[in-house]
């Protein structure tokens, strides 16, 4: 899609040739679009917002396997993203592999003109890239058509640790903030095709919260539960920065 690329990385696109045939939906694995935008003069959020009804037109009628949200920096300092970029939003996609991702693509390429000009009037795009994500825990709380709130966090593995390490300390770490009445779910972006130099050997942890009052709920309980063991398993096996916080508005979401 011409609309997407996020701040500061996200997903893979590592599958080639054959291999998109033989892809099949796994639903804890996921592919991911970022496109930072920056809004044209005089131009807001609603002014983007006004296009969903056309973009889901556009989306219906190809078919596409394609979900997006808008994403607004609340607390971040830009100067801490790889790309040190300018922008006011963050175009997020995803689909339910990169076959389905590849083929939207396609189906963009070919009948895009039916939105350029709708968003062009709105916005520009930043570079754009590509992320695999990954589902390491489900809270059980869907993120729905209200507001809600989006934490990530840049990280590297720390030396003789390895993913596994990285993931089972994520998971328990967000099990411990569910048990403590937390709503938040967990995922991890790999960087891919697009990403800054500087995310070399980096990836991204998520915590997505279905409104802006469970990312508080989740901090809170953060706060007064003994998070100590799990916060410990995690430094042991990762070394990450500070999270960074965005607003998360729906755009579009595809018929299952």
């Known amino acids: 899609m011409k609309i997407i690329k996020l701040l500061f990385i996200i997903i893979c696109a590592s599958c080639i040739g054959s291999a998109?045939?033989?892809?099949?939906?796994?639903?804890?694995?996921?592919?991911?679009?970022?496109t930072m935008m920056k809004l044209q003069s005089g131009k807001d959020l609603q002014d983007?917002?006004?296009?969903?009804?056309?973009f889901s037109d556009f989306a219906k009628s190809g078919e596409i396997q394609f979900s997006s949200r808008i994403l607004v920096p609340w607390a971040v300092s830009k100067a801490?993203?790889?790309?040190?970029q300018d922008f006011d939003a963050v175009w997020v996609g995803f689909a339910p592999n990169t076959a389905a991702y590849s083929a939207t693509l396609s189906y963009y390429l070919e009948h895009g003109d039916m939105i350029n000009a709708d968003f062009d009037a709105v916005r520009t795009n930043g570079a754009r890239t590509l992320m695999g994500g990954e589902v390491i825990f489900r809270s059980g709380e869907m993120t729905g058509e209200g507001i809600g709130a989006v934490l990530f966090r840049t990280c590297e593995l720390n030396a003789k640790q390895t993913m596994n390490n990285a993931k089972n300390a994520m998971l328990a770490w967000s099990e411990k903030l569910k048990a403590g009445g937390s709503k938040g779910s967990t995922?991890?972006?790999?960087?891919?095709?697009?990403?800054?130099?500087?995310?070399?050997?980096?990836?991204?942890?998520?915590?997505?919260?279905?409104s802006v009052e469970a990312w508080g709920e989740s901090s809170m309980a953060y706060q007064n539960g003994d998070m100590s063991k799990e916060e410990a398993a995690v430094n042991r096996a990762m070394d990450c920065s500070a999270f960074r916080l965005y607003l998360n508005y729906p755009f579009y979401r595809r018929e299952r």
């Open 20 to 34: 998109f045939a033989e892809q099949t939906d796994d639903p804890n694995r996921f592919q991911v679009e970022t």
């Open 187 to 210: 995922y991890l972006w790999n960087p891919g095709p697009g990403s800054a130099p500087s995310l070399a050997d980096s990836f991204l942890m998520t915590r997505w919260f279905p």
């Open 48 to 54: 983007l917002f006004a296009i969903r009804d056309k």
């Open 80 to 84: 801490a993203l790889p790309d040190n």
